[in-house]
């Protein structure tokens, strides 16, 4: 009997896992009642999971189940064949998850034919449960609702999407004062976003910046970087050189970037130059001049004498959200205090340099 129990409980549980998933089930799940309706716009297919109604009726890939006629889904499939304009879906929006409820047949259509997108008309419900995620999504979802942009922005933080928001009404009032009196909030978004947010997060980009700070995104960078540059009265936390690259003003930011193609778009990056006093033990000097010398960042190596055994001269680029303390300690320790014989390190950062050109012999 229990064998029996197990084999009723694995087929029905891979009998539920292979259906299109069921909308109510997840709007319970999320508390997700509060609706708005956005409009008729394209959603990519592989975004489209469940059915409001007929979630028995289509497995998870919208494949028809044996147990439903066909006729439906070969009438529809004739008619995209012979390329006749059918009217858009409608589906119902929980996060980043659409469920269909008119139109079942036309999605399992336009998937078996390898479409990757379909026009509809969607409907979102937005998640009231407070997790961080929901949080964040609701932020985000108001900051769409305001905006009426369209392009994907993937925040974090709590806290950014209002940011972002006060940042497109600034440039909402800059507008309308200066450029195109009466400009909507809407159409200062999209000006903001191609002006302001596109170069920044070029910049950004270019700089390759994502690798030192896991877990974030390039938004998170965006909208870090462009709070503590243009929100006065904050004090930053990253190195000298940024205000040359990126005025405190964003308006000025704006006209700046607007005479520069995107391909002349400068580096956050920055050349540091050190020196590096060392102690070592006593006949380890070669082998560590060798093991030094070796490392790309290394531009020269001195044994010399006196109360030091080593003088190195070191380069090497940041960029400008960094200290160049922390790079260079963080160099000094990964690279050079692993080097067997090495006792004692102090480093030295030039101030204020000038350096003589050679004249060929």
Sequence with gaps: MANLSE??????????????KCFRENQECEGAFDHIDRGICSVPLDQIVGSVGRYHDFDSQFKLKDHVPPDRLISIKKAMRQGKSLPPV?????????YVLDGNHRISAAKE???????????????????????????????????GLSHPLDITEIGQFPYLLEQ??????????????????????????????????????????????????????YAYISFHQ?????RRRYGIGIDKLIPKDMEKFRNKMAKMKKEEYPEMLRS??????????AKRELKVVEKLFRLPEVEEVHSVHGSIDILVKIALTRDLLSSDAEVIGQFVYENVRQIDGIVST??????????KERTPA
């Design 113 to 147: 034919f390898g479409r990757s997108e379909i026009l509809a008309r969607i409907v979102e419900f937005i998640p009231s449960s407070n997790t961080l995620e929901n949080i964040i999504y609701r932020e985000k979802s108001e900051f769409v609702e305001q905006t």
């Design 346 to 355: 102090q480093t030295l950062i030039p101030g204020i340099s000038k350096i």
């Design 7 to 20: 084999f009723i409980k694995t087929w029905w549980t891979g009998k539920r896992d292979s259906e299109a």
């Design 230 to 234: 243009w929100e006065k009265g904050r």
């Design 168 to 221: 497109v009404e600034s440039h909402r009032t800059f507008m309308a004062g200066s450029e195109a009196p009466g400009t909507t909030l809407k159409q200062a978004a999209e000006d903001w976003y191609a002006t302001i947010y596109q170069p920044l997060v070029g910049i950004i980009a270019k700089g390759n910046l994502l690798p030192s700070f896991p877990g974030r995104t390039l938004d998170d960078l």
């Design 272 to 281: 540091i130059t050190a020196f590096i006093m060392m102690n070592v033990e």
């Design 90 to 98: 409608k589906l119902y929006q929980i996060k980043d998850e659409y």
